[in-house]
C-alpha cells in the first residue's frame, strides 16, 4: 500500500507524464497576488497566536497575501471536552481537502510539539496528499514550519527538523530563518521560544502567552517568507 494509494504497482504504472513537461516545480508564472498559505494545528492557541502574526508579517510585503487555515481536528467532541481544549474560532476555516494545498505558492505550517514531533493533527493532514505527492503536485513550492513546547527542550528544534521529511518526499523547499533575525536569537536575558527552524512559543503549562520576542520572531517569519516566495516567482 502506498501513501494514500499513491504507490501504482509495476505492472499498472501510466506512461503519462503528470504535470512535469508543462511546469515541473510548480512555480506560478504571472504577476498575481501570491498567496502563502499558514496551516496550522493549535489545541490550545499558542500556535494560533504565533500563526495570526505571521500573517501581519506576510502583509508588509506587497503582493503577498497570507492566508490562515486549520489542519482539520481528528479528536472527538467529548475528549476535546475532557482535555479542556477551547472552542476554536471558525472564522478561520479548515482544510476542507488535500487538494486544496495545490492553490499556494509558499506554506508556512505550524504546530504544536508531541513528545518531539509534530502534533497527529498536523501529520494526518500530511498523510492525506498521498495523491499529490503521486504527481509532485506541490514540488518546488517553498515551506516553512513554525512551533510550540511546552518546555525548554521539549522538542522547539526536534519538532521542525522531524517535520523535514515531509517536505523531502513532496519536493517542497525547506526555508529555515536562520539567524537572519538578528541579535533577537541571540538575547539570553529572556526565555524564548524559536530557533534557527523557525519561530516558537513555549506554552509552559498551558497558562503561558506567547512574549513579544517570541511574537516578533513570528512576524519576521512571515515577512521573510514572503520575501522569499515573491524572489522565487518574479527573480
Ligand atoms: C500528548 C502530548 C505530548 C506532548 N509532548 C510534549 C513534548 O514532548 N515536549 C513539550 O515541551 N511539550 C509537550 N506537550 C505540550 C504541548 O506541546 C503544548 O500543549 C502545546 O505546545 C501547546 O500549543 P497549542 O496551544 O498551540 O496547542 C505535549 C502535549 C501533549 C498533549
Same mark, same amino acid.
Given at each position: 500500500?502506498?501513501?494514500?494509494?499513491?504507490?501504482?504497482?509495476?505492472?499498472?504504472? /501510466?506512461?503519462?507524464?503528470?504535470?512535469?513537461?508543462?511546469?515541473?516545480?510548480?512555480?506560478?508564472? /504571472?504577476?498575481?497576488?501570491?498567496?502563502?498559505?499558514?496551516?496550522?494545528?493549535?489545541?490550545?492557541?499558542?500556535?494560533?497566536?504565533?500563526?495570526?502574526?505571521?500573517?501581519?508579517?506576510?502583509?508588509?510585503?506587497?503582493?503577498?497575501?497570507?492566508?490562515?487555515?486549520?489542519?482539520?481536528?481528528?479528536?472527538?467532541?467529548?475528549? &476535546?471536552?475532557?482535555?479542556?481544549?477551547?472552542?476554536?474560532?471558525?472564522?478561520?476555516?479548515?482544510?476542507?481537502? !488535500?487538494?486544496?494545498?495545490?492553490?499556494?505558492?509558499?506554506?508556512?505550517?505550524?504546530?504544536?510539539?508531541?513528545?518531539?514531533?509534530?502534533?497527529?493533527?498536523?501529520?494526518?493532514?500530511?498523510?492525506?496528499?498521498?495523491?499529490?505527492?503521486?504527481?509532485?503536485?506541490?514540488?518546488?513550492? !517553498?515551506?516553512?514550519?513554525?512551533?510550540s513546547s511546552g518546555s525548554q527542550g521539549g522538542g522547539q528544534e526536534t519538532t521542525?527538523?522531524?517535520?523535514?521529511?515531509? &517536505?523531502?518526499?513532496?519536493?517542497?523547499?525547506?526555508?529555515?530563518?536562520?539567524?537572519?533575525?538578528?541579535?533577537?536569537?541571540?538575547?539570553?536575558?529572556?526565555?524564548?521560544?524559536?530557533? !534557527?527552524?523557525?519561530?516558537?512559543?513555549?506554552?509552559?503549562?498551558?497558562?503561558?502567552?506567547?512574549?513579544?520576542?517570541?511574537?516578533?520572531?513570528?512576524?519576521?517569519?512571515?515577512?521573510?517568507?514572503?520575501?522569499?516566495?515573491?524572489? &522565487?516567482?518574479?527573480?
Open positions: 500500500m502506498g501513501k494514500g494509494g499513491g504507490c501504482v504497482s509495476s505492472k499498472n504504472k /501510466s506512461s503519462k507524464s503528470s504535470n512535469s513537461s508543462k511546469n515541473p516545480i510548480n512555480v506560478p508564472s /504571472s504577476t498575481k497576488n501570491l498567496k502563502i498559505f499558514i496551516v496550522f494545528y493549535s489545541m490550545y492557541g499558542h500556535v494560533e497566536n504565533l500563526s495570526r502574526r505571521m500573517k501581519k508579517g506576510i502583509e508588509t510585503v506587497e503582493g503577498v497575501e497570507g492566508v490562515l487555515y486549520r489542519a482539520p481536528e481528528t479528536m472527538s467532541e467529548d475528549v &476535546l471536552v475532557k482535555i479542556q481544549a477551547p472552542l476554536k474560532d471558525d472564522s478561520i476555516p479548515e482544510i476542507s481537502s !488535500p487538494s486544496d494545498l495545490v492553490d499556494a505558492d509558499g506554506f508556512l505550517f505550524g504546530f504544536p510539539t508531541r513528545f518531539g514531533c509534530m502534533a497527529a493533527q498536523m501529520k494526518a493532514l500530511f498523510d492525506s496528499t498521498g495523491n499529490l505527492w503521486k504527481e509532485q503536485k506541490l514540488a518546488g513550492k !517553498p515551506a516553512g514550519f513554525f512551533v521542525a527538523w522531524t517535520a523535514i521529511t515531509q &517536505l523531502a518526499h513532496h519536493g517542497m523547499l525547506f526555508v529555515p530563518i536562520g539567524y537572519t533575525f538578528g541579535a533577537g536569537m541571540f538575547d539570553m536575558d529572556t526565555v524564548r521560544g524559536g530557533s !534557527p527552524y523557525g519561530a516558537g512559543v513555549f506554552a509552559g503549562d498551558g497558562s503561558r502567552e506567547a512574549t513579544e520576542a517570541e511574537l516578533a520572531v513570528a512576524e519576521y517569519q512571515g515577512k521573510y517568507m514572503a520575501t522569499i516566495v515573491k524572489k &522565487l516567482v518574479h527573480g
